[in-house]
Nanobody, 123 residues
Framework: QVQLVESGGGLVQPGGSLRLSCAASGIMFDSADMAWYRQAPGKQRELVARYSKTGTPTYAASVKGRVALSRDNAENTLTLQVYNLTPEDTAVYYC?????????????????WGQGTQVTVSS
């Protein structure tokens, strides 16, 4: 089965930085579009950053200039570095993949989600 496992969340002081990692398995990572989303309490889930299989990273306006997204196709990992955190960045951060399972290639591309990692920005 496809698994996306996030790590790196926690409690951070305002102005601090955080590095979130997503380890993917069971998916054809090279050909998958990968992304980070977040969901704050009482709000809808929103896109933070996306890295398509062929393109450069794109970022939401709310975080542009404060984040850096990278992917390692050899290690099947997606990493989000977030700088200058504010309390408004407090949310559960989810790793997302739109791609093909190595166990069911004929099924085509599907949407996969990790369990999420909590990021809390507070003094």
């Amino acid at each position: 089965q496809v698994q996306l496992v996030e790590s790196g969340g926690g409690l951070v002081q305002p102005g601090g930085s955080l590095r979130l990692s997503c380890a993917a398995s069971g998916i054809m990572f090279d050909s998958a579009d990968m992304a980070w989303y977040r969901q704050a309490p009482g709000k809808q889930r929103e896109l933070v950053a996306r890295y398509s299989k062929t393109g450069t990273p794109t970022y939401a306006a709310s975080v542009k200039g404060r984040v850096a997204l990278s992917r390692d196709n050899a290690e099947n990992t997606l990493t989000l570095q977030v700088y200058n955190l504010t309390p408004e960045d407090t949310a559960v951060y989810y790793c997302n993949a739109w791609g093909r399972s190595i166990y069911d290639i004929l099924a085509g591309d599907r949407d996969y989600w990790g369990q999420g990692t909590q990021v809390t920005v507070s003094s």
